[in-house]
C-alpha cells in the first residue's frame, strides 16, 4: 500500500496523530481543515499512560516530556466546608505503567502534532476547507469543500470531531445526544492567583450534582479549571461557547471562598462552556474506501478522560494497519477490527460512571470517583504500538 493518497477530513488531534502515523507508513496525506487558522484554543487534557504510549509509537516521546506536568500531589475536598475528605496518592504510573501520566494543554499537543506532520511534509494541512460532501466510486474518492475546492484519493479518513459532516456524508445524518451535564474549562495564571490556593495543586471538589477540578499545566504557570455541572438540555449556538465568568461563578456559588475566588480571577477570555454530548456506538464505522477516527466514530463522555487518548491510540493503530496490509479495504478492516471493541468498553465505561459522579451526596459521590479510577485504570495497559492488528 506505499504511496497510496489518503484525504483526512479535521486537522483535531485524530486527524493529525493519523497523518503523523500514515506519513511514516508510506501514504501520501492530505489534511484538510475547516478553520483559518489552527489558534490555541482548549484547555487541560490528560494523557493517560495508554496516550503517552501511543505518542511514543508516533515518535513523539521528547514533546510529551517537553509539554507535560506530571498530576502533583492532591485532595478531594468536601464543596462547601473545604474540609479534605480524601488525600490522593502520588501518581505511580512510571513504576505500574512504565510510561507517566501527564496533563498537557489541548494547544501543546496539537502544536506538536503540527509540527511533526509538517516537518515529513509542509503542505500536508490544508486550511479552510469545510467538507461539504463524499462521493465514492470504483478507483477513487472525492471529497468537497466549502469553496468549491474538491480533492480525490485513494481512500478517505473522517476525523471531523464529534460534530463530523464525514460520518454524516457516509452514514447519514444523526444528531449526537445531550448527556445532561455542561463542562466549563477556564485557565487562570497562577500567579493572579491568592497565596494558598496551590496548597495542594490538585484539587477536586465534590459537590451535590456538581464537580469541580484544578490542576496545573505548563510547569505550573497555569491553573485548569473544570467545572461540570447537570443542565436539562443544551440550547446554546454550537456545542462549544465562551461562557461570562459571572454565570460560572453563580453555578459554583455554595463552594467554599478558595474555589469562588480561583473561579472569580479566570480571564473572560479564557472561560469556556462545552455541552458534553455523545453518541450510541456505530456497528461499524468504515463503508468502501472511507472510515473514521476519534470523536467521529466514538465520541464519548469525559468522565473517564479517554476522548482524545481513543483518538491518539486510533492514529497508531490505523498506521499499523495500513502497513500491514495488501490494499485498502484490508486496512480498513484490520483498523476498525482491531479498535471496535476497545472504544465501545471506554464509551460504556464513561457513560455509567456519570450518575453516579453526580449523585446528591458528596459521600457516595467520593466513592464512587475511586471505584471510577480503579476502573479507568484497567484500560491503561493497551499499547496501540504493539496490539494484534
Ligand atoms: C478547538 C477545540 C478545543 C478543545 N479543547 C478541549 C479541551 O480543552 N479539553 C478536552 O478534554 N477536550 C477538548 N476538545 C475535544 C477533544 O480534543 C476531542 O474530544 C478529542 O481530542 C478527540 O479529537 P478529534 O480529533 O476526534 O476531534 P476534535 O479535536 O474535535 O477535532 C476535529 C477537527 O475537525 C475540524 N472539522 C470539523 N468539521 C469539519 C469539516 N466539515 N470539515 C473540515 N474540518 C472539520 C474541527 O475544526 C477540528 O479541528 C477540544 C476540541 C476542539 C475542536
Redesign the pocket.
Known sequence: MRDTTVTI???????LASALALLRSGQRVRV????RELAE?????SITPNAGRALIALGLRDELDAIGSKPPLGVMRHYASGEVLVRLEQDQSVATYGVPLYHVH?ADLHQSLVDAVRRIDPQAIVLD???TGIVEDERSIRSTYNNDATHSSDWLLG???????ARAALFGQDEPKFTGYVAY?GLVNTADLPSGCLDPPLVMAVGPRRLLMRYPLRRGTLLNIVAIASRAAWTDEGW?VAAPVSELVREFADFDAQSRAILERIPTDKCFKWGLFDRDPMTTWTRGRATL????AH?MP?FT?Q??VM?LEDAVVLGRAVAAARDIPEALQRYEAARHARTVQALAMSRSRANLYFGDDPGEQIKALGAGMREIRGLYDYDAGTTPV
Open positions: 477530513i479535521g486537522a483535531g488531534i485524530a486527524g484538510f481543515e475547516a478553520t484554543i482548549g484547555a487541560g487534557l489541548r476547507r469545510t467538507l476525523a471531523d470531531g464529534i460534530r463530523s459532516s474549562r462549544s477516527a476519534g470523536d467521529a465520541a469525559p478522560g476522548g482524545a483518538a
